[in-house]
C-alpha cells in the first residue's frame, strides 16, 4: 500500500516529502508494534499524499490491529483504538498515559470508522454536544430572578422540596459532582457542595442565579476543554448514595443534566401550582 | 476514545435510563391516579406524559423527517380533544417513540448536529439545527418528567428519583 517500489533505489535525501513518510512508516512497522505514535505524520504533505497517509493507518489499524496514536499541528493528540478500559488523557502539546497502556494492556481496535483519521472534521471538545444547556439555565434564571424570599419558600406539599430549596439542590448536585467527583473548581465551587444540607442558610434570588453562573460558568469551561476522548476517563470513589462507584465522565455530566432538567422541571411545576412565571420550554 | 464518542450514541444509555424510571412510575397508575394534577389550570400527568410521547414524535418526524407514520401520529396525543391514554399506553408510547429516537441518536454524528432543518410555526418559518433539535427534545422529556415527578410526588405517589 505504500507502493515503496516507485523510489526503493531513491538516496533519501532526493525523496519528496511524502515518499520519506511513507519511507518512515515502513520503517516504523518493522517489527510489527501494538502501538504506533505519529507526530504530525501529514503535515505539509498534498491532498492525495495526506490521503493516501491516512488510508494506510486506517488499514494497519483495521487489518494488522496496529493502534495508532496520531498528533496534528494545532490539535490535540488523538488516539486510534481505545478499548473499553484504556483511554488517553490528551493535554495540549503532551500525552498523560493511563497506567493500563504503560502497564501493555492496551489492545487495539477491532475496527477503526473512517471519521479517527480525518483530524480536521474531528470535535477537539466536546461543548458543541451540550448546546442548549446554558440556555435552559437562562429560562430558568428568568423564571427566579423576581422571586421574593416568600415566593422562593413556597412549596406543594409539606413534604417535598421549596422552590428555593429546589435550586439549592441543582447547585449542590453540580458542585459535588463537577468538585468532589471529578476534583475541578475551586474554593467556590467547593463551598456550593453543602449548599443543600438541611442545616444549610436560605438564600436569595441573587444568590441562587449567582450560584447558578457560578458553577454553569465552570460546567461551560471544561466542556471547551475536554475531548470526547476525554468523556470516557472513569472516576472511582465511594459515595453515600452510590457506594463504591466508577462512573465514566460522560455519565457524570449526563446525570448533572438529568438532574438539572428534572429539578428544573419541578421548579417550574411549583410556579405554575402558584400562578407564578415557569419557564416557557 | 470509542467508535461511539463520534456519534450521538452516548446519550442514549442515560436517556433510556431516564424514560425507564419514568415508566416504572407511569405503569402503575390507575386512571384516576392519571388525572391528577398539581392544580386545576395545569396538566395532569397524564396530559404531561402524552405532551412528552407528541413532542418527541412532532420534532422527530415532521421537523428531522425521521420514522413512519405510525410514529408521526403519535404527535396527536396531545392534540385538543385527543383522549386520556392508560398507563400500559403511555409506557407503550414512550416506547415505540424512543426506538425511532435512539436509531436517530446511533447515526448521527456532530456533523449532524450541524446541519439545519426549517419548522412553519403560524405563518412563520424557522431554522434551527438538528443538535438543537436533538437538545430541546431532551430538555423537553426530562423537564416534563419533573413535573410528572413532582405531581406524583404531592400526591405521595411514587415518582422516579433523580
Redesign the interface.
Known sequence: MLALDEFIDTPVRQLSLGQRMRGDLAAALLHDPELLYLDEPTIGLDVVAKARIREFLQAINVEQKVTVLHVGANRRP??IA?T?STYVQTLPHRVKYQRSLRNRIWRP?R???E??LLMS???TNIA??????EN?QGLLIKAIEPLTAEQLSLR??P??RSIGENLLHIIGARARWFHRCMGEGGDDIAAMTLWDRKESQTRSAAELVDGLNQSMQLIQQLLARW???D??FVFKGTSPHYGDYALSR??VI??V???D??????????L??HGLAA?D? | ???T??T?A??T???QN?QNQLSIALARLSPEQLALR??P??RSIDELARHVIAVRAGWFHYNLEEGDENFGAFHEWDEPGSPPRSASELVSGLETTWQVMQEVLERY???D??STVQDEWEGQTYTYTR??VI??V???D??????????L??HGLTA?Y?
Open positions: 488523538r488516539a481505545p473499553d481496535l475496527s477503526l470508522s471519521e479517527y472534521e474531528s470535535p458543541n454536544y451540550y448546546n442548549g444547556w435552559y406543594a406539599a413534604h417535598l475531548t470526547p476522548a468523556l470516557e460522560q455519565w449526563w446525570h443534566i438529568e438532574h432538567l428534572h429539578h428544573g422541571g419541578e421548579v417550574s411545576l411549583m405554575g401550582t419557564p420550554l | 476514545m470509542s467508535e464518542s463520534e450521538l452516548f446519550f444509555q442515560g436517556w431516564y398539581a392544580a389550570d395545569l454524528t456532530l456533523s448536529l450541524q443538535g438543537w437538545w430541546h431532551i430538555e423537553h426530562i423537564h416534563h418528567g419533573g413535573e410528572i415527578a413532582y405531581s410526588g404531592m422516579p433523580i
